[in-house]
């Protein structure tokens, strides 16, 4: 898990796309469509709060939280794709639903 994290964090960081596929990757890690969205969301989540602290160690968080439109873009891709992505674990044929413990 914590080596999709990586990969998906550093695709995320070379293009947009990257948001859906470490989603992805992440999402796969989990045996059911239910976790694998989670987890996709909670990727995104976290390229989201990477991308603030960087920003804010840039010390260029305030002026980019004063983009207008930009900034709930941004928040909205991140959440959106990252979800998407670990949606995706749903298109597995047979995949399992529900894990019997």
């Known amino acids: 898990m914590v080596i999709a994290l990586l990969v998906g964090l550093a695709?995320?960081?070379?293009?947009?796309?990257g948001l859906f596929l470490g989603g992805a990757i992440v999402g796969?890690?989990?045996p059911t469509t239910g976790r694998a969205t989670?987890?996709?969301a909670g990727f995104g989540l976290g390229v989201l709060l990477t991308f603030g602290i960087?920003?804010?160690?840039a010390d260029v968080l305030d002026m980019a939280l004063t983009l207008g439109p930009i900034t709930p873009l941004t928040i909205g891709m991140a959440l959106f794709l990252g979800t998407l992505g670990g949606l995706s674990r749903g298109l597995a044929r047979n995949a399992p639903e529900s894990v019997a413990e």
């Open 28 to 30: 796969w890690t989990w």
């Open 54 to 57: 960087t920003l804010a160690l």
């Open 11 to 17: 695709l995320a960081s070379v293009h947009w796309l």
């Open 38 to 40: 989670v987890a996709g």
